[in-house]
Each structure stands twice: as structure tokens, then as C-alpha cells.
């Protein structure tokens, strides 16, 4: 799979934290260094057999070792090149179960370490990325020898990461997992712990990792604490217990994907007789036989239904959708089905992923994570733009221009139910919004080379290449 | 290798003694869990093999969950 991270991307934007090594990027290939200082770690790590029982397992990302004329800088004691996931995704973009298996997978890796005398030094959920489908970790350098005796020096970090927003939009509101991309390090458990329902302090586990981990906390925020209090006072079987309960505290949260407006769109059969969608999907199916994309991206994906008609053609498709209900179907659906090239992920794209983090650099923006896809989606969607949204559509369209250098279009016009129900109780300021002005919008960014009617519907598919693409 | 106490990750010192003081309480209940699991599975075993978990789980969660309770973690 070719990497989707663009070649003008630094990586090294998000892994100058830890000293024992980084990633960059050199001829768009990605290589981690290994620093002298992780030398001992990193050789243990492979000569014990923890890297080949993780990576066997599908937990931890596998590597080759590249020459070390490769490296980036001095001080490198080796180089790595690792298998690239398709899609680097971020936690604010996971649905509920995405963000319980990263938390499940990151628990799992730190029990087989500790078996073979090893525990992650941190727990970012950032350090979990979706590989043909299943959470694993990328970051090879967490990996480091248990020293024996100490508390887990993740703990905080996994409870921010992890186990506080799992617990917010389990108990409280599943947006709350948008909480996660104001705070990168993870919600404070201060703010988590006032969010939470009164009741969940009565959980043995919630009450004690979060509620009382947040008082003690706050108690010893400024205070200095002498290393003998804190070296060698911790037994591994303590340790293995305090994983034991983080796991069912991970394992017992539940969030059931509601029956909202979206999740249910195709099963109420709106706008769409059951001729109509298959002719919909003969039509799409076609259309990305045409343009035969490696990576396509489906914008409004809803469940996923016309994604999958991308991923049947061999097709890497990231299915972004705005409600959290679509994206867990759409994510258990592709556990069910061990489906490898279908990765469902929650934004708003009337207010999609920013740049974030230190110097706006750290976490990329959904549109310079995408690069320049071969095939765009916007299947009933640009109605919700355009006048959900009040867009322009020739805004509309350079957004999508931006994104990728094909796409298969609908329109919607004003006579389909959907528009008229979006417009019955607001004025219709939308004069250009019409089949005319649609395709004269279209065509500042794109060449139409096919438009085609939906049989029994009122609507039409465009597919269209972007101009100078 | 350099022994730092603290990782390039900032632990946060209430957490890393609230850590040391929870995981020695956790540590004695699973204690006991296990030593009353076994006791049930005393007597369990020749009538309903109650203490036995499900078997044919496919949910990975569970599955690896499944293996965690196997691991040495709950070994008494």
C-alpha cells in the first residue's frame, strides 16, 4: 500500500518526545532511528522474542533494519524501516470500540511484555494506529526493559488516553470523545471526574481510576516526593494486578450505537426504493471501476454501504462519517467481517480535523493527511454542505478538489424529500442551488465526464476529474 | 543502560504513589479472588463446571481478556 502520509509531511513533528530514537521521513520513505541510548532496549526487545510474538500476534508493527548510512542525524545505532499504515487516524477520530480495542491492545502488549521482562514506558493512544483493520502499535522504542520494582510510569497516561474519555462517552455523552482533540496528553481526570455521572464513583473501578486517582492527584500536584518513596516500592505482582483491573475497567464500559437519524438511513429506506439503490450501487460500482483508485476516501460515509463497493474493488477507503452511531456500526462491521481496507472514522466535515498540537505541527489536518486520494465520495452530501451548511457550492467544490483527483458526485435537487424537508422550515436563500448552477460550480474544478441519472429518483451521479489532475 | 526513574513521559507524582498504594490493595483482592475461585471450583467440578469461563469467545477483547485471566497475572 502506498503511504497516504504525504512526502511534504514531517513526521518527526510528532516523535521528537522520547530520546531513544524518531521517525522521518527520507525519498517518501518513513525510518525510525534508534538512538545509542535505546540500544540496549531495542536489542533485548529483539533478541528475546518480545518483537516476534507481538508482531506474530498483529500487535506491534513490524520492521526491517535499513543500512545506517540512512540515518537522519548523528548518534544513530540503527535504522528501521517500518511497515507504513495506510492511514495515520487519531484518536479524536475513533468511535467508541476503535478507542476500547486501542486501549484493549495497549493493556494486551504491556501483559506479554511483562511476561518476557518488558512494560511500555508510555500509553498515547497516538501510539495506536488501525492496520488492515485491527489496533496496533507503531511506536517499537515503547517497548523497554521492566525495571523491577517501579510503578507504572503510564499510568496517568493511560487513564487520560484511555480509560477517561472511553468512560465519558460510555457514562456521560459519547461526543464527549471529542473532548480528546482539545486536550492531547488526554482529559485531565480533574475534568473527567466532574463530568462523570455521581453514580459512577460507586464503580470500583472508575471510582478508583479516575474519581480517586484525580483527588490524590490534585493533593500531591506541587509537592516534592523523595525517589526512595516511589523506587522499589512497587512488586510486579502489584503491578499485574493494577493491569488486571485497568482491563476490566476497559473491558466492562459499553456503549451501544443509538438508533439515530443516520444509522438508520438505508434501513428506513429514504428517498430510495429498493430498484433505486441498486441501480445507485451498479452506477458507483462502475464509475470506480473507471477511475480503478488505490485509496478512496468516502465523505458522509454513513454505515459504508457504497464504501465497501470501493474496498470490493481492492480500494483502500477511509469512510469518514459525523455521526459517532454510523461510525461504530460501520467499525464493528468491519471486525465482523475481518474486512482489511475499511477504515471508519468520525469528523464533522463542516469542521474537519485541524492542525494541532506544539507549533500546529504535531497532529496533521484531515486534508494534509489525505494527500491528494485518487477517488473522492460525495454521495448525498453535498446538499448538506451547501444548504445544511449555507457552503457556496463552488466552495463546496474546492474543498473536494483539494481532497482528491477524481470523485463520483450526487445531486440532490430541490424536489427530493430530503432537501424539502431541510428546507421546510427556513428560507430557500439558496438560488444557485440547482442542476445548472451545480454543474457550472462543479466545472470551475473539475472535467464532468459522465452524468447520470438514478433510475425512480430525482437525483443524478457526476463522475468528474479534477482539472490539471 | 541508564536506569532513569522517571520516563520521558511526565507520570505525575500523586499518581505514581496513588499507584503504588492502589495496586497493593488490587494485588490482595485478586489474592483472594483467585483463592475463592478455587474453592468454588472444588466444588464445581463434579456437578456444573460454573467457574469455567465461555469458551468459543470471538470478540478479540474478550479473547485477549480471556488469555489475561490465564496469564500469570492471576496466578496466586
Redesign the interface.
Same mark, same amino acid.
Given at each position: 500500500m502506498s503511504p497516504v502520509v504525504p512526502p511534504a509531511a514531517d513526521p518527526r513533528a510528532a516523535s521528537f518526545r522520547d530520546p531513544a530514537g524518531f521517525v522521518y521521513r527520507r525519498e517518501g520513505v518513513l525510518y525510525r532511528q534508534v538512538q545509542h541510548s535505546g540500544r540496549e532496549a531495542y536489542d533485548r526487545l529483539m533478541a528475546g522474542g518480545l518483537y516476534d510474538e507481538l508482531v506474530q500476534a498483529g500487535l506491534l508493527v513490524p520492521h526491517e533494519e535499513a543500512p545506517l548510512s540512512l540515518a537522519a542525524s548523528e548518534g544513530a545505532y540503527k535504522v528501521l524501516r517500518p511497515r507504513e499504515v495506510p492511514f495515520v487516524s487519531y484518536p479524536y477520530e475513533w468511535c467508541f470500540s476503535q478507542l476500547q480495542d486501542a486501549a484493549a491492545a495497549t493493556l494486551e502488549i504491556q501483559r506479554r511484555a511483562l511476561a518476557r521482562g518488558f512494560w511500555l514506558k508510555d500509553a498515547s493512544a497516538y501510539n495506536i494506529q488501525f492496520l488492515e483493520g485491527r489496533p496496533v502499535l507503531i511506536d517499537t522504542l515503547s517497548l523497554e526493559p521492566y525495571p523491577e520494582g517501579r510503578p507504572w510510569v503510564a499510568y496517568r497516561q493511560f487513564c487520560q488516553h484511555f480509560l477517561a474519555p472511553l468512560a465519558l462517552m460510555s457514562r456521560t455523552d459519547v461526543r464527549l470523545g471529542q473532548l480528546l482533540r482539545v486536550h492531547l496528553d488526554g482529559i485531565p481526570l480533574d475534568l473527567a471526574s466532574r463530568l462523570l455521572p455521581w453514580r459512577t464513583r460507586l464503580s470500583f473501578s472508575l471510582g478508583i481510576h479516575l474519581h480517586l486517582q484525580a483527588r490524590v492527584a490534585a493533593r500531591y500536584a506541587d509537592r516534592e516526593v523523595p525517589r526512595e518513596r516511589i523506587e522499589g516500592r512497587m512488586s510486579r505482582r502489584a503491578l499485574e494486578a493494577l493491569m488486571d483491573s485497568l482491563g476490566s475497567a476497559v473491558r466492562r464500559l459499553r456503549w451501544r450505537a443509538g438508533s439515530t437519524e443516520w444509522a438508520d438511513y438505508y434501513a428506513a429506506g429514504n428517498n430510495y426504493a429498493p430498484e433505486s439503490m441498486a441501480d445507485k450501487e451498479r452506477l458507483v460500482g462502475g464509475m470506480i471501476e473507471e477511475v480503478r483508485p488505490r485509496v478512496v476516501w468516502d465523505l458522509g460515509a454513513n454505515t459504508g454501504r457504497f464504501s465497501r463497493l470501493a474496498a470490493a474493488r481492492g480500494a483502500f477507503t477511509v469512510c469518514w462519517d459525523a455521526d459517532p452511531s454510523c461510525v461504530e456500526e460501520n467499525y464493528l462491521r468491519t471486525k465482523r467481517a475481518g474486512e482489511c481496507n475499511v477504515l471508519p472514522l468520525w469528523t464533522d466535515l463542516t469542521n474537519p480535523s485541524p492542525p494541532l498540537g506544539w507549533a500546529g505541527a504535531e497532529r496533521l489536518s484531515l486534508a494534509d493527511r489525505g494527500g491528494d486520494v485518487d477517488l473522492v465520495l460525495a454521495l448525498g452530501l453535498v446538499h448538506h454542505l451547501a444548504i445544511g451548511n449555507n457552503v457556496p457550492l463552488p466552495r463546496v467544490f474546492d474543498f473536494l478538489a483539494g481532497l482528491g483527483r477524481a470523485g463520483i458526485v450526487e445531486f440532490v435537487p430541490k424536489q427530493d424529500s430530503q432537501v424539502k424537508r431541510m428546507l421546510s422550515v427556513r428560507q430557500d436563500v439558496f438560488a444557485d442551488y440547482h442542476r445548472e448552477g451545480f454543474e457550472r460550480a462543479l466545472s470551475a474544478r473539475f472535467r464532468i465526464e459522465r452524468a447520470v441519472p438514478i433510475q425512480g429518483t430525482c437525483r443524478t451521479l457526476y463522475l468528474v476529474r479534477r482539472l490539471g489532475a | 543502560?541508564?536506569?532513569h526513574?522517571?520516563?520521558?513521559?511526565d507520570?505525575?507524582?500523586?499518581?505514581?504513589?496513588?499507584?503504588?498504594l492502589?495496586?497493593?490493595l488490587? $494485588?490482595v483482592?485478586?489474592f483472594f479472588r483467585n483463592a475463592a475461585r478455587r474453592v468454588l471450583g472444588l466444588f464445581a467440578r463434579p456437578f456444573l463446571r460454573i467457574a469455567r469461563r465461555p469458551c468459543g469467545e470471538t470478540n478479540?477483547?474478550?479473547v485477549?481478556?480471556r488469555?489475561? $485471566?490465564e $496469564?500469570?497475572?492471576?496466578a496466586p
Open positions: - | 543502560m541508564e536506569r526513574i522517571l520516563a520521558y513521559v507520570p505525575g507524582t500523586g499518581a505514581l504513589l496513588f499507584q503504588i492502589i495496586a497493593g488490587l $494485588s483482592l485478586v478479540p477483547l474478550r485477549a481478556a488469555q489475561g $485471566s $496469564s500469570p497475572t492471576n
